[in-house]
Nanobody, 123 residues
Framework: VQLQASGGGLVQAGDSLRLSCAAS????????VGWFRQVPGKERELVAA????????GYTDSVKGRFTISRDNAKNMVYLQMNSLIPEDTAVYYC?????????????????WGRGTLVTVSS
């Protein structure tokens, strides 16, 4: 599966953004997806993850209550709704996928990665 992330941009603290991850290639939607983010000098961090049918999700503590991951399998799309953004959310955001059950919580569990989209939150 090929992944393409989009929707990043420059916003002010308190604003919202919705990132999109478009999947193409293999037609079945039985893949788990994760959104990661990375800032220079730091490891890639899992932000949110969702299982193949959208019924199970997981979030890192710093985004709980502010970010929501969702998917539309009919459109082969996964979204990350980011509300109440803070400067610490500034990073390059990546979506990743793998054909495994459950919610995948580490980068090594993902086999497919898209190019990142930059999110910059100004104070």
């Amino acid at each position: 599966v090929q992944l393409q992330a989009s929707g990043g941009g420059l916003v002010q603290a308190g604003d919202s953004l919705r990132l999109s991850c478009a999947a193409s290639g293999r037609t079945s939607s039985d893949y788990a997806v994760g959104w990661f983010r990375q800032v220079p000098g730091k490891e890639r961090e899992l932000v949110a993850a969702i299982n193949w049918n959208g019924r199970s999700t997981g979030y890192t503590d710093s985004v709980k209550g502010r970010f929501t991951i969702s998917r539309d399998n009919a459109k082969n799309m996964v979204y990350l709704q980011m509300n109440s953004l803070i400067p610490e959310d500034t990073a390059v955001y990546y979506c990743a996928a793998n054909y495994r059950t459950g919610v995948l919580k580490t980068a090594r569990e993902y086999a497919y990665w898209g190019r990142g989209t930059l999110v910059t939150v100004s104070s």
